[in-house]
């Protein structure tokens, strides 16, 4: 069986951080992973990819503030968020795809069932 559990949302001000973790229930260092987040009524939206050599791609409205790493010893994904905004309110969802490359957002098929990150002014 395949899985992602996120952890780690929860609720913080503007300028606080918050870590958020997605555990896999397998070796995922070979797997193009990413973070996504949506907002009622609008398209999910990627927040940063990271591929199968570790090269990453952050959203620009995030880039400077959230950092991607990886625990491959524990099959874990972390998101680093730093200086919180309250328009990064939105559940979080780690995903993978079945490549090393990163396709767009219909080419991954395995996805966790988010966490609630709130920021309030």
């Known amino acids: 069986q395949v899985q992602l559990v996120e952890s780690g949302g929860g609720s913080a001000q503007a300028g606080g951080s918050l870590r958020l973790s997605c555990a896999a229930s397998?070796?995922?260092?070979?797997?193009?992973m990413a973070w996504f987040r949506q907002t009622p009524g609008k398209e999910r939206e990627g927040i940063v990819t990271?591929?199968?050599?570790?090269?990453?791609i952050y959203a620009d409205s995030v880039k400077g503030r959230f950092t991607v790493s990886k625990d491959n010893a524990k099959n874990t994904l972390y998101l680093l968020m730093n200086s919180l905004k309250p328009e990064d309110t939105a559940m979080y969802y780690c995903?993978?795809?079945?490549?090393?490359?990163?396709?767009?957002?219909?080419?991954?098929?395995?996805w966790g069932q988010g966490t609630q990150v709130t920021v309030s002014s």
């Open positions: 990271i591929s199968g050599d570790a090269s990453t």
């Open positions: 995903a993978a795809a079945w490549t090393s490359g990163c396709p767009r957002i219909r080419g991954f098929g395995v």
């Open positions: 397998w070796n995922t260092s070979s797997n193009c």
